[in-house]
């Protein structure tokens, strides 16, 4: 028989020094001092230990992983993200790995903090940390932002031209007084929509009341569906899809009519949107695209396959889907 390679182990001990640090010498020896690189070298040579391919990575800089990090995997308005960028990062080769921060701003500081070391870059899907330190994070690690700009570049969705379609709709079917339920206060694009629809009621003539914050979740329609018929509007457009299936549900629990009583508009298109009952009319977001743009952009960065391709920005656009949860204003 013949004898087993060497391992890592073997060359640690032949040095004196850790595992760990036997493994820096030889993927970032630049990590510790250079007297113990050459000693473990040294003993690595002498025993033959070859350095296999993850190591090869190390010692490129390069892990292989890039990360995904959104702020609620449950959220299917993230599942078109996902697929978007693994199928980007499969084919090149890259290793995805996803995170969930729970909507938490210091959950999502944490996952960076992580990752600064054990991937080559991330994603940042709706990002709910504040601008000065996503711009910080981002010189500390290759990040894409997406629907979240950091100095101007990333990814970004136009829900609020999608908003604005949806509140043309409501006007045309006669609604005048029509509710924006919002999403969570750190969301740089529920702020992007509020004061595009404040633009469009003005053009329009037409009356919005803005109500919430709301969680981004379908357990929150209830308190979004009485609020948006205790200010007297007719219809209410809702943050996202999953807010207003809750609200469809909290308005069938009261009798409350939709549409003949309350149209009813989401957003995102997710799963589901046109299974429930009735059908949502909804706003249409490329989300797959948006996915594999983010993930290309981040490939670029890392690679530096063109210069300063991090300063890029690219907005897709959006489009109104109409089923059955809008129709013609009824007086209330």
């Keep these: 028989m013949t004898d087993k390679p060497p391992t890592l182990r073997d060359v640690a001990a032949a040095s ?61 308005f993230f599942f078109g993200i996902v697929r978007g960028t693994q199928a980007a990062l499969r084919a090149a080769g890259y290793t995805h790995v996803l995170v969930d921060t729970e909507e938490s701003v210091q959950a999502e500081e944490r996952a960076l903090r992580m990752l600064r070391t054990s991937a080559d870059g991330a994603v940042l899907a709706a990002p709910r940390l504040g601008d ?48 924006y339920a919002g999403g969570p206060r750190t969301s740089w694009s529920d702020g992007r929509r509020r004061n595009a629809l404040r633009a469009a009621a003005r053009r329009l003539r037409v009356e919005v009341v803005v109500l919430g914050p709301y969680a981004p979740q379908r357990e929150a329609g209830a308190a979004a569906a009485d609020a948006a018929w205790q200010s007297g509007a007719t219809g209410v457009l809702a943050f996202n899809d999953l807010l207003a299936f809750g609200m469809l549900e909290r308005f069938g629990a ?79």
């Excluded at 000065?132 to 031209?161: Q, Y």
């Excluded at 999608?162 to 006669?174: F, K, P, R």
Aim: charged share 20%; with cysteine; net charge neutral.
């Design 132 to 179: 000065e330190w996503l711009v910080a994070w981002s010189s500390a690690l290759p990040l894409v932002t997406l629907n979240r700009p950091v100095n101007g570049a990333g990814v970004v969705i136009d829900t609020p031209g999608g908003a604005v379609q949806a509140l043309e709709h409501l006007a045309s079917l006669g609604h005048e007084r029509i509710a």
């Design 16 to 76: 004196g020094v850790a595992i760990s640090t036997a493994s820096r010498a030889l993927s970032r020896p630049g990590r510790i001092n250079e007297e113990t690189a050459v000693r473990v070298r040294e003993a690595a040579a002498a025993l033959g230990y070859t350095v296999g391919a993850s190591g090869r990575a190390l010692s490129s800089g390069k892990t292989g992983t890039v990360a995904l990090v959104v702020p609620d995997v449950s959220n299917p």
């Design 254 to 332: 009261r009798g409350v009519d939709v549409p003949g009583q309350m149209s009813v508009v989401g957003c995102d298109d997710v799963f589901g949107a046109d299974l429930v009952r009735p059908a949502l009319t909804t706003v249409s977001a490329p989300l797959e695209r948006a996915g594999h743009r983010a993930a290309d952009l981040l490939l670029a960065t890392i690679d530096r396959r063109s210069p300063g391709p991090a300063g890029a920005y690219d907005e897709l656009p959006t489009h109104l889907v109409v089923r059955d949860s809008t129709g013609p204003a009824t007086p209330r």
